[in-house]
């Protein structure tokens, strides 16, 4: 019993300085989190275009162990690279990877926007690549 009241003492009487550390830490830590929930929504989701769910495999590859503030900007940082080395030149891939860039650089500097949406892919997005990409494929003729 007395170690609880003593307990309660020591954090009534932390500073506020102390109580903002612990609050940014943990707030970076939800930045982290969310970064990689949406990542792994977006790869579940759109799993069923190629370039997505090779990009996914690539990246599921990649050791998460990260409990350190610079061990998630490490692990960020590789997920990065995994996307640029994993499929070069899709328009699905350049979609996702610039929007999971704003929430990296809001991670590593919270000064700059964070991607609001659920997703780093819409629905919108993939319907007007599709349709390009299917009239690309479509075979064309040439009038001499």
């Not at 979609?95 to 919270?110: A, G, R, S, T, W």
């Not at 926007?113 to 299917?134: C, G, N, P, R």
Request: hydrophobic letters at 35%; one cysteine or more; proline letters at 3%.
């Amino acid at each position: 019993m007395y170690i609880k009241i003593i307990d309660f003492c020591v954090n009534s009487s932390m500073s506020e300085l102390e109580k903002s550390k612990m609050l940014k830490i943990s707030a970076s830590d939800k930045v982290y989190q969310d970064i990689r929930e949406k990542l792994r929504a977006t790869f579940t989701k759109y799993s069923y275009i190629p370039e997505v769910a090779l990009c996914d495999k690539s990246c599921q590859e990649l050791k998460s162990e990260a409990i350190t503030k610079d061990g998630q900007v490490q692990y960020l940082l590789e997920v990065v690279l995994c996307m640029l080395q994993s499929v070069p030149n899709s328009p699905f891939m350049e979609e996702l990877f610039n929007n999971f860039l704003k929430d990296y650089i809001h991670f590593v500097n919270p000064e700059h926007i964070y991607h609001l949406a659920d997703y780093y892919l819409t629905d919108d997005f993939i319907l007007k690549h599709k349709s390009e990409w299917h009239q690309d494929q479509s075979p064309k003729i040439r009038y001499i």
